[in-house]
């Protein structure tokens, strides 16, 4: 099936020769979280049923919540903190974090064991 029968059911016409740029979703692990600012400390509370990770962050101001996020996954998982992209946020305490080059089993194994 080409690209030009998939994308003509969505209305997108697609020039010849140009093709999505989609990898192949096996750069890293991917998680949801649900956040909870103004804690008294940074920590992962528990991870319920579906996988979703629940944290308390210290952050009071909403621009910091990202990075402070990224830098507390990054010692926690054992990873840099340039590798963790926080692909939604805003204004909800719900965010989908990506760690980039690493497996999902490693990070499953991180959230059991503490």
Known sequence: ???????????VK????????FHDGRLGAAFAVRLKTHAKSCQVKKVDREGTVYINLIADD?????????????????????????????QT??????VLGVKPEDIDRCFKQK
């Open 62 to 90: 909403a621009t910091e919540i990202d990075s402070q996020l990224r830098l507390f996954l990054g010692q926690f998982l054992g990873v840099k903190p340039d590798q963790i992209e926080i692909m939604s946020s805003g």
């Open 14 to 21: 697609l020039k010849p020769g140009n093709k999505p740029d």
């Open 93 to 98: 305490e719900a965010r989908l974090v990506m």
């Open 1 to 11: 099936m080409g690209a030009h029968i998939w994308s003509d059911c969505i209305g």
